[in-house]
């Protein structure tokens, strides 16, 4: 199951501080631009269709996002959308050069860029929201978060394939083999296995806070960044309880519900449908039965009345 979502992981790139990223290329004499109230969009002639219906729902998402902060961080964001890999490629800033990404952010440029690619897995508009997300955040907080935290957060708030992350996590947590956060607090791990559990274990537990704290708990913590508090500390502050036993409640929690991965597998399914299947062929020979029956009686008396 933890392979079913290694193409999500190769969907998103974050790079701020401290990587060296020049500034924004212009995508040339064909460009198109398309400003809202607090997007500027660059894009290619063919493309629109797609970036007018893309800004107004950029505009929604900024509009839900920024409910997560006490005041949202109001400047322009310039969104440049690629038509492929090679376009994608070439209006990268100079020093950056990410070639399997379906959106990247550069959060100190408040830059995002995005490629139509029909082949991954999620949408367009999900990278877009993805990607708006982790700029807001990056901007408001003085204090920079961990990278769970930046990517969980992204992932509940596009609201990505949780369930598919449940099965992945519920099955590491049976297995021990769970990553701790302090592992994943500057950079998730090189593997493909390693990356798609930590993207995994980034949006769980994000969710998991939300449903025990709800989004002002969250909307607390992100203050607390705002005004340069150290993370731990603004996680007791705002939550009441360290960091590490949240972790370890969420795990515990995660543990009681590692019966999931059993219940998705593919016998297990199949052995459902097939259950399902003979059940309903028994209720309609049943249904059969008592019909001829039925019939059989009404036939006798009618037999008899003529008589």
């Known amino acids: 199951m933890i392979h079913r979502f290694s193409t999500f992981l190769a969907l998103f790139v974050l790079l701020s501080a401290g990587h060296s990223i020049g500034r924004p290329l212009n995508m040339g004499p064909d460009t198109k631009e398309l400003k809202t109230q607090h997007f500027r969009f660059q894009h290619r ?25 006490v005041s949202c961080p109001d400047a322009t964001t310039l969104i440049q959308v690629a038509t492929d890999e090679k376009d994608f490629l070439g209006i990268q800033p100079s ?6 990404a379906a959106g990247v952010a550069y959060a100190d440029l408040n830059l995002i860029i995005l490629r139509v690619d029909r082949s991954m897995m999620l949408t367009i508009e999900e990278t ?37 992350r449940f099965e992945a996590v519920a099955a590491a947590s049976v297995s021990d083999s769970v990553i701790p956060l302090a592992n994943l607090t500057k950079s998730f791990p090189a593997t493909e296995k390693g990356r798609s559990l930590a993207y995994a274990q980034s949006g769980l537990f994000v969710q998991y806070l939300v449903n025990q704290f709800g989004e002002e708990g969250i909307r607390k913590l992100i203050e607390g960044l705002h005004h340069s508090v150290p993370f731990p500390l603004a996680v007791q502050e705002a939550l009441g309880s360290p960091l590490k036993d949240l972790e ?23 052995s459902l449908i097939s259950i399902l299947f003979l059940l309903a ?16 009686r009404e036939e006798e008396r009618e037999w008899d009345y003529i008589q």
Request: aromatic letters at 12%; proline letters at 3%.
């Open 248 to 270: 370890n409640q969420w795990l515990e929690s995660m543990n009681r519900y590692g019966w999931v991965k059993a219940l998705t597998s593919q016998w297990v399914i199949w």
């Open 45 to 69: 002639p063919q493309q629109e269709t797609l970036v007018r219906k893309l800004a107004g729902q950029a505009e929604k998402a900024r509009t839900r996002l920024c409910k997560m902060y």
């Open 128 to 164: 877009l929201v993805h990607e708006i997300s982790h700029i807001l955040l990056l901007n408001y907080a003085q204090k920079r978060p961990p990278r769970w935290f930046i990517e969980g957060l992204a992932i509940y708030q596009a609201d990505q394939d949780l369930i598919t």
């Open 95 to 100: 020093g950056a050069h990410i070639d399997w």
């Open 281 to 296: 062929l028994w209720v309609a020979r049943r249904r059969v039965r008592r019909g001829k029956k039925r019939l059989q």
